[in-house]
């Protein structure tokens, strides 16, 4: 799913009642009606795994997110363009740090996902593993892959996990910003020069199936999704996200007088949607596995800055540690 695509769950299929503990049973009772589970309630190992890998996922999604946009930063077309990108760059800086804060109310520290994302370990959206080659990328991205984004996060809202639920509430607000702020950008590429136009024709052309994949592949027979699932973790299956996705997008390309690149994308009177071309599922996993245009560039933008940040970490474990033993003395 999406940010957080293909997140394991704990394996097995979905306990039926009788098969749970008395206390897994409570559990399941609160989730059913629709209470939300805090950080130092029980819940089982499962749950708190797969909130872990996909809060995690989430939040290396949000700062890996940042690597393309910020490759426009000094090249934005004018001071207000690049006054938006900056504000909307940072406020994925902020996605990121909610998440990584949501993540470690369930007992993980943040350098252990920043090590597992830095090991390959850990994953990030796929989409972040393709290049932003013109400024129309910039605005394919911002209507693309932030209203993917949105289509996702919405419903998460909704997440049994209270920290992880109102992370959402914010984020989202700020996730619609950012899809109209790229949208604002392909309308003004859409309506200029004929170059502009071609410009904007070409990030959809590329940016189209790469936003397809991020929902992840059909999860009709999966039983990690069915888990996540019934623990309110996962509200929506992959299909139907990216069906809502196509419905919402056809038109506004049509608006913008752009062509979706798949010929079978029509509206289906009898569905009340519009069909359209799954995306080429080899190349998902093939990026999933490293081999995507950019993984190696974003991994290792992520490590180096990690690498050139131990010192301002290991100055304010220094003088946390001199403040302590002041304390300590007096
Ligand atoms: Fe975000
Ligand atoms: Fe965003």
């Given at each position: 799913m999406m940010y957080a695509q293909m997140v394991k769950s704990t394996g097995n299929a979905v306990k039926s009642p009788t098969e749970m503990t008395e206390q897994e049973r409570a559990f399941q009772a609160r989730i059913d009606a629709g209470e939300k589970i805090e950080p130092k309630e029980w819940m089982p190992d499962g749950y708190r795994k797969t909130l872990i890998r996909q809060i995690g996922q989430h939040a290396h999604s949000e700062i890996v997110g940042q690597l393309p946009e910020g490759n426009w930063i000094t090249r934005a077309p004018t001071?207000?363009?690049?006054?938006?990108?900056?504000?909307?760059?940072?406020?994925?800086?902020?996605?990121?740090?909610?998440?990584?804060?949501?993540?470690?109310?369930?007992?993980?520290?943040?350098?252990?996902?920043?090590?597992?994302?830095?090991?390959?370990?850990?994953?990030?959206?796929?989409?972040?593993?393709?290049?932003?080659?013109?400024?129309a990328d910039i605005g394919a991205v911002g209507w693309l892959v932030d209203g993917a984004a949105i289509m996702n996060q919405v419903p998460l809202q909704r997440c049994s996990y209270g920290p992880y639920s109102r992370a959402m509430v914010r984020i989202c607000k700020e996730e619609s910003f950012h899809q109209r702020q790229g949208y604002d950008i392909m309308m003004k590429m859409a309506n200029g020069s004929d170059?502009?136009?071609?410009?904007?024709?070409?990030?959809?052309?590329?940016?189209?199936?790469?936003?397809?994949?991020?929902?992840?592949?059909?999860?009709?027979?999966?039983?990690?999704?069915?888990?996540?699932?019934?623990?309110?973790?996962?509200?929506?299956?992959?299909?139907?996200?990216?069906?809502?996705?196509?419905?919402?997008?056809?038109?506004?390309?049509?608006?913008?007088?752009?062509?979706?690149?798949?010929?079978?994308?029509?509206?289906?009177?009898?569905?009340?949607?519009?069909?359209?071309?799954?995306?080429?599922?080899?190349?998902?996993?093939?990026?999933?596995?490293?081999?995507?245009?950019c993984n190696k560039e974003r991994l290792g933008a992520r490590v180096k800055a990690w690498e050139n940040g131990a010192w301002v970490r290991d100055g304010l474990m220094a003088n946390a540690a001199k403040r302590s033993a002041k304390v300590a003395a007096e």
């Open positions: 001071l207000e363009r690049k006054a938006i990108l900056l504000a909307k760059v940072q406020d994925e800086a902020g996605h990121g740090l909610y998440l990584y804060c949501a993540a470690e109310t369930l007992g993980v520290s943040r350098d252990e996902l920043l090590t597992a994302l830095h090991e390959g370990r850990m994953k990030y959206s796929s989409i972040f593993n393709y290049p932003t080659l013109t400024w170059a502009q136009r071609a410009m904007a024709q070409d990030a959809l052309n590329r940016f189209w199936y790469p936003s397809l994949m991020m929902f992840g592949p059909s999860d009709a027979e999966s039983v990690h999704s069915a888990q996540s699932m019934a623990w309110k973790i996962k509200i929506d299956t992959n299909d139907g996200l990216r069906q809502k996705f196509v419905d919402q997008t056809v038109p506004q390309a049509e608006y913008l007088g752009l062509t979706i690149p798949d010929e079978n994308v029509k509206y289906n009177e009898e569905t009340g949607h519009y069909d359209y071309s799954d995306p080429d599922w080899s190349e998902f996993f093939d990026v999933l596995r490293g081999n995507g245009p």
